[in-house]
Structure formats: structure tokens, C-alpha cells
């Protein structure tokens, strides 16, 4: 009686340790949704700025590993020639917690539409068109309150296939978001 007993616990004990250590050293699942504002500097139109915003989303796998997807609005408030930019992009995402800090790198692929009124005014006539794109960047994230992070990201394009050489605008956006748990 007193084997059994004994071999009972050997068999059970680790397996109910195991299980309460696992689910506290794990911290997935933790995702945010924001908007923030965007500035591009438009290859369209060298030293001109794009304003606009973007509305964006993550998704912490892991304590490091994560998604993120991007709805680039880069000529709501301010454009040229009536020249509009949008954007649509999801990828992963490598984060790095330190106290209220996040800092993070990512890389994107999606698809970006730009459109003007009159297509001479753009270089090679490439729009309106849709175009493959990806992307590369990083940012911060600051914790603010337990609920809500400021962010400050900078995210570099490249839509390889836009008439004639391709269009690799940068944008760079500030805003924050609300975190759900």
C-alpha cells in the first residue's frame, strides 16, 4: 500500500508542478489596437510630406515573438496634386521588454494603392494601381498606464513593381494605443 502510495505521488506530483509553473512564466496573448499619426516623405514628390494616420494592431505570441498588421492612411490630412497613398501590411514582429519599454524590429508584406487625378503628374503613370510591397522597421513602445502605450515607429516601404524604378516611401508615426489582456 505505502508503494503505491509512494509511486502514485512520483507519477502525479511532477505532471500538477509542471502545469501551475508553466502557466505562470508565460506571458502570450496580450494584444493592443491604435492609431497613430504619419508623416511620409514621398518619392513622387522629393521634399514634399505626406500626412496621414494609421491604424494598426499586435499580437504578443510570446514574450518576444508577435504580429502586426498596418493600415497606412498616408494622405488623409495632407497630399499633393490630390496624389493619394494607402497602405495595407501584416507581419511579425521581435519585442524586447524592459520595465515600461518595448522596444521592437518587424518586418511586413502586403500591398499599397495610389491613385492622383491627373496620372501625367506622376512619374512613369502609375497610377491609380495596387502593388505588392514589404517592409522593414522598428519602433518603441511605452507603457504608459496599465491599459494604454504611447508608440513612436518608423517603417520603410518598398513596392518593387511601381512604374518605373519602384516607390519606397518611409513613414513615420506617433500615437498610442489600448492594450487588451
Same mark, same amino acid.
Given at each position: ?7 502514485? #505521488?512520483?507519477? #502525479? ?8 509553473? /508553466? ?22 514628390? !522629393? ?54 519599454? /518595448? ?24 497610377? !491609380? ?15 504608459? /498606464? ?16 511601381? !512604374?518605373?524604378?519602384?516607390?519606397? !516611401? ?12
Amino acid at each position: 500500500c505505502l508503494l503505491s502510495l509512494v509511486l502514485s #505521488l512520483v507519477i #502525479l506530483l511532477p505532471s500538477a508542478l509542471h502545469a501551475q509553473a /508553466t502557466a505562470a512564466a508565460t506571458r502570450g496573448g496580450i494584444a493592443q489596437a491604435g492609431v497613430a499619426y504619419t508623416l511620409s516623405n514621398e518619392d513622387q514628390y !522629393p521634399g514634399k510630406h505626406l500626412q496621414g494616420m494609421t491604424i494598426y494592431g499586435t499580437f504578443d505570441l510570446n514574450n518576444h515573438i508577435g504580429v502586426e498588421g498596418n493600415v497606412h492612411l498616408a494622405s488623409v490630412f495632407k497630399s499633393y496634386y490630390q496624389y493619394k497613398e494607402t497602405s495595407y501590411d501584416v507581419g511579425l514582429r521581435w519585442a524586447q521588454h524592459y520595465r515600461k519599454f /518595448t522596444p521592437y524590429a518587424k518586418g511586413l508584406v502586403g500591398f499599397g494603392h495610389s491613385q492622383a487625378i491627373n496620372s501625367i503628374q506622376i512619374v512613369g503613370g502609375s497610377t !491609380p494601381g495596387s502593388y505588392f510591397l514589404f517592409g522593414l522597421g522598428g519602433g518603441v513602445d511605452y507603457g504608459l /498606464t496599465e491599459k494604454v502605450n504611447l508608440r513612436a515607429d518608423f517603417e520603410y516601404q518598398r513596392w518593387p513593381n511601381f !512604374p518605373p524604378h519602384g516607390l519606397t !516611401p518611409p513613414l513615420f508615426s506617433v500615437g498610442a494605443a489600448y492594450r487588451f489582456r
